[in-house]
Every structure is written in C-alpha cells, then in structure tokens.
C-alpha cells in the first residue's frame, strides 16, 4: 500500500541557510500535519492542513512556513536555518471524512536535517 | 492543558516476558488515544487507538491497551516480548472529535530494551 513520501530524507544545510522539506500523502488524503522530533524528544506538532487551507497551528516558529498544494501534497519551508532547528521532522497525512472514511494518521519516515 | 505522562524512560525485559508500558493523560473530555512506535531513526507507526466503546483495545504485533478513566491511564500489553518489540514506544493524545487525527500530544516515550 502506499505511505507517505518525504523528500529528501536527509538534508545539510549550514546556518541562516534556506530549507525546503516536502511531503507527499496517501492518495486520497485530504490533511496534512508537521511534526518536529529534536535528538532524544517526543514530536512536537508544527502545523496542519486541510484541503489546502491551514487548520491548526502549533509550536511552528516565525521563520518557518508551510503550504498544501492542489494535489494536497505540502511543504515546509524553513527560513535562517538555527542549529537548533536540527531535527527530525515528520509529515503526516490522514482523512477527515466521516465514518469509516476518517482515518488516523500515517506518518512518513521523516526528513533528517542537520544544521552546520 | 493537555498532557501526556510515560513514567518509565527506559525499560528492559527478558525476551519471553510480559510487557506493560505506562501512560498517563491529562485531557478536558473523552480523549482519543493512542500508541506509536518507532525504531531508531524511523518513522511512527500506529499499533492501537481508543475512540470510544470496549476499553479494552486491540493492534498489530499482539498488543493490546487498556482505557481507564478512572485512573486517566491507558497502559500498553503484550504478553509475550520478542527481540524485535525493542523500540521507542510514544502514547499520544490527540485534540480533536471525529475530523482530525494528525494533532497530537506524545509522550516523552518509553525506550524498550529486550534481553535475550
């Protein structure tokens, strides 16, 4: 069956240095979530998106933006990259339709970006 | 706020013994629950979520996760632990009836070690 895709899956980039991760979900998914996952943490969610348009926000910093497309996939776009920014950040994707249509989410294996 | 409490940091077992991973949530309403899994440097993948109805709950990989309210605990089983079970374990709550199931509150994870 197909996952989620992320791209690229590692990524260095060097301080105030621009980053662009990208998400592709389930076919037919509709929403699409952030998450960042720091050495030795919990995932924290970033931000999420519901046919296209933003539904909820959370720890998401300033210097970071993110989108979903018309094909639904999404990215995440990371501006004066921090070395704190390195992390692992997942995509997830799932379906809010009703019944046995609403799914739980799937989540890609993750893009690991290091910041030099 | 909404909170999710896994006590145990690090927990060893024998390969063959029983296992039970510990979670606690702090949530306003009924809560969605659920257990993640993820090996090292991999993605999460969901193994059982609590909605409503038996709370006692099935997954993958002969888990099961027990919901009680009274104790605002949903503990995680397996009866008999395999080499491969050795992973970090995430509970999660997540914030949203019905339409989403992407926003997510984890745990700061449970990291299972299994002894030959």
């Known amino acids: 069956a197909a996952g989620v895709i992320q791209s690229p899956r590692h990524l260095i980039k060097e301080k105030r240095e621009t980053a662009t991760l990208k998400c592709y979900p389930i076919?037919?998914?509709?929403?699409v979530y952030w998450y960042q996952q720091g050495p030795g943490q919990d995932p924290q969610f970033l931000i999420s998106f519901y046919e296209k348009m933003q539904s909820d926000k959370g720890s998401i910093p300033d210097r970071f933006s993110a989108q979903q497309f018309s094909d639904y996939h999404s990215e995440l776009n990371m501006s004066s990259l921090e070395l704190g920014d390195s992390a692992l950040y997942f995509c997830?994707?799932?379906?809010?339709?009703?019944?046995?249509?609403?799914?739980?989410?799937?989540f890609g294996q993750g893009t690991r970006l290091t910041v030099v | 706020a909404q909170s999710v409490t896994q006590p145990d940091i690090h927990i060893t077992v024998s390969e063959g013994a029983s296992l039970e991973l510990r979670c606690n949530y702090s949530y306003g309403a009924t809560p969605y629950l659920f257990w993640y899994v993820q090996s090292p440097g991999q993605g999460l993948q969901l193994l059982l979520k609590y909605f409503s109805g038996d709370t006692l709950v099935q997954g993958i990989k002969g888990f099961e996760a027990e919901f009680k309210r009274s104790q605002s605990s949903f503990n995680l089983r397996k009866p008999s632990v395999h080499w491969s079970d050795a992973a970090e374990y995430f509970c999660a709550v997540g914030l949203n009836y019905g339409g989403s199931q992407g926003n997510l509150i984890f745990g700061k994870g449970t990291k299972l070690s299994v002894k030959p």
């Open positions: 997830a994707s799932s379906s809010q339709g009703t019944g046995p249509m609403n799914t739980e989410a799937f």
């Open positions: 076919p037919r998914h509709d929403t």
